[in-house]
């Protein structure tokens, strides 16, 4: 989902943010971005890598920031998808204060 994720970025940079094509690109990119997370928290986890705990945190502000401009028609799913980032905040700050000595 990577690769997904970095032609989402290019869709959304290139778009017309008042056209329909940059609220769908966001809302794409937020969940090839979120996709990502679950395994890159347990490799943080398991590694405990200030690295990985970091490139999460990121990640996941960055899902957070798409998901805002993303179409309202979606609002039941991202609804959801906030809730899962919400769950995570503690989680990546406990983490980042574990393993960034």
Do not use: H, W
């Not at 032609?7 to 990119?29: D, E, F, H, M, W």
């Amino acid at each position: 989902m990577p690769e997904a994720a970095t032609k989402l970025r290019q869709v959304v940079a290139t778009a017309n943010p008042s056209g329909k094509i940059y609220p769908l690109a966001n809302y794409y990119l937020g969940l090839s971005i979120l996709q990502q997370i679950p395994p890159l928290d347990a490799q943080a986890e398991k590694e405990k890598s200030c690295d990985k705990a970091k490139q999460e945190e990121s990640m996941a502000a960055e899902a957070e920031a798409a998901f805002k401009l993303a179409p309202p028609d979606q609002a039941q799913n991202l609804g959801q998808f906030q809730k899962y980032l919400d769950g995570l905040k503690p989680r990546i700050a406990s983490m980042l204060k574990v393993y960034c000595k």
